[in-house]
C-alpha cells in the first residue's frame, strides 16, 4: 500500500517570501500521480498543482512550483512571493495510475502561516 | 459549472438517529469519491463510484455506514445509526472521464452527533 509522509505540522512564513513544503511517500509502482492540494478555512479542498511520474520535467503554476526526486520519492512545494491568502492546510496526495478511476491517499497535511 | 454539490452543509444530530449527506457530482463526470476529515485521521477515502457502480469500499468504517449512486448526477452516504465518533467533515469529490488525474472537491458536510 502507499503511504504519503508530512513531517511539517506546521510552517511559517512572511508575506513575500518563498516557503518549501515536504512530502515524501512510498511506492513500489513506477507510473502514478501526485498533487498539492489546499483546504484554506473554507474547507473545500483545491488542487493546486499536480505531477506526472512519468515526466522528469517539475509542475509548475504560477507562484506554485514541485521539486520532484522520484527516485528519492520526494515531492515539495514551492510557494514563491507567499501572499496572505495562500494560508491554508496543505495537502500532498499520491494516486496510481492503473485503471479508469482510482483513489488518492492524502498526507496528514501542513499547515501554513503567512505573517505580515 | 455550480462544482460538486454537497447538503446539508451542516447536520447536527443525536446519537442513534439516521443521517443521510447528499452529493452531486458535476456533470459529466463518471467517478464518484467519498471521503472523511477528522483532526485525529485526517482525510480517508472511505468509498468511491465508477459509472455509478461502487469500486472500492474498503475505507467504510463499519456497516453502519452505506452510500450508493442511483444515477449519474447523485449519490448518498448514510449512517444509521450514528455515533458521537462519527462527528467529522464528510467530503465528496468527483473525476471527469477519461481525465483520471483530478478530483474535484465539494465544499464538505460537517456533522456533529452528540
Known amino acids: 500500500a502507499q503511504t504519503v509522509t508530512q513531517s511539517q505540522p506546521e510552517m511559517s512564513v512572511q508575506e513575500a517570501e518563498t516557503v518549501t513544503l515536504s512530502c515524501t511517500y512510498d511506492t513500489s509502482e513506477s507510473d502514478y500521480y501526485l498533487f498539492w492540494y489546499k483546504q484554506p478555512p473554507s474547507r473545500q479542498m483545491i488542487l493546486v498543482i499536480r505531477q506526472e511520474a512519468y515526466k522528469q520535467q517539475n509542475a509548475t503554476e504560477n507562484r506554485f512550483s514541485v521539486n520532484f526526486q522520484k527516485a528519492a520519492k520526494s515531492f515539495s512545494l514551492k510557494i514563491s512571493d507567499s501572499q496572505l491568502g495562500d494560508a491554508a492546510m496543505y495537502f500532498c496526495a499520491y494516486r496510481s495510475f492503473t485503471g479508469t478511476a482510482s483513489k488518492l491517499t492524502f498526507g496528514t497535511g501542513t499547515r501554513l502561516q503567512v505573517t505580515l | 459549472d455550480a462544482g460538486v454539490i454537497q447538503s446539508p452543509r451542516h447536520e447536527v444530530t443525536e446519537m442513534g438517529q439516521e443521517v443521510t449527506l447528499r452529493c452531486k457530482p458535476i456533470?459529466?463526470?463518471?467517478?464518484l469519491f467519498w471521503y472523511r476529515q477528522t483532526m485525529m485521521r485526517g482525510l480517508e477515502l472511505l468509498i468511491y463510484?465508477?459509472?455509478?457502480?461502487?469500486?472500492?469500499d474498503s475505507g467504510m468504517p463499519e456497516d453502519r455506514f452505506s452510500a450508493k449512486m442511483p444515477n449519474a448526477s447523485f449519490s448518498t452516504l448514510k449512517i444509521q445509526p450514528s455515533e458521537p465518533r462519527d462527528s467529522a467533515v464528510y467530503f465528496c469529490a468527483s473525476t471527469p472521464a477519461g481525465k483520471i488525474d483530478e478530483q474535484y472537491f465539494g465544499p464538505g458536510t460537517r456533522l456533529t452527533v452528540t
Open positions: 456533470s459529466g463526470h463518471n467517478s
Open positions: 463510484f465508477n459509472n455509478n457502480v461502487p469500486i472500492d
